[in-house]
């Protein structure tokens, strides 16, 4: 079949007023990013005993997904970190370690236009997120793990939730300590470092950790990071 005078697909890009007002952004700047972010450049020549090889960066893109992965503003780094892929990531992680485990997650934004977005270093994240859903599985007595992400304009909070016996006053008291671990934790693998590294990991990225638990009760922890540090 041969189709005649059918126009080319297209691709609509739209940002909201608000978050032009919000970052201090006009239409021409989104443009003028999309088109430096979606680029194949060449690299040159080099010479070699088999020939010569043509060298070319391939970052066109071609589909929505590819367009709304392009940073519109980071910081001078560059580290502009998305928490649902964060939390996704870690998810995945979780669940090779204790397949047995079942984590569930929800995510929640302030309103439909706010991304879950932060400035700071995605591998460290992710380890934090990690070490939050791998202490639910292997202290929250085989229960499932809830894991929410809440996105508002202050900043965005990792909250990870288990149905299992809880901490005493003690425990609670000491939890952050660097290799403490509390007699009912004591059966299970560990080193009493994951929520010490939480914590150090938060403080890094001007964000803090709180701990909510007690006997019989469960334990939640919650994760606060700023949308700037």
Avoid at 54 to 63: I, K, L, N, P
């Amino acid at each position: 079949v041969e189709l005649k005078g059918a126009r080319p697909f297209e691709i609509s890009i739209e940002v909201s007023e608000r978050d032009l007002e919000r970052y201090g952004l006009t239409f021409d700047f989104v443009a003028a990013r999309v088109r430096e972010h979606s680029l194949d450049l060449p690299g040159g020549t080099i010479e070699s005993a088999g020939g010569e090889i043509v060298v070319r960066t391939s970052g066109q893109a071609y589909t929505g997904d590819q367009f709304a992965g392009v940073p519109l503003l980071t910081q001078a780094d560059g580290t502009i970190v998305r928490l649902d892929e964060v939390a996704e990531r870690a998810m995945q992680r979780c669940r090779t370690r204790y397949p047995e485990i079942q984590v569930r997650f929800d995510m929640a934004l302030e309103d439909g236009d706010r991304e879950p977005v932060v400035y700071g270093s995605s591998v460290l994240l992710t380890a934090a997120v990690y070490n939050l859903l791998a202490n639910a599985a292997k202290y929250g007595g085989g229960h499932p793990v809830q894991l929410s992400l809440d996105a508002r304009a202050e900043g965005s909070t990792v909250r990870v939730r288990d149905a299992g016996p809880g901490m005493d006053e003690e425990t609670l008291r000491r939890a952050r300590e660097l290799f403490y671990r509390g007699q009912e934790a004591l059966p299970a693998d560990g080193h009493g470092i994951g929520l010490t590294l939480v914590e150090r990991i938060a403080r890094a990225h001007g964000g803090k950790v709180s701990i909510a638990s007690r006997s019989g009760s469960g334990t939640t922890v919650e994760l606060f990071l700023p949308l700037q540090a």
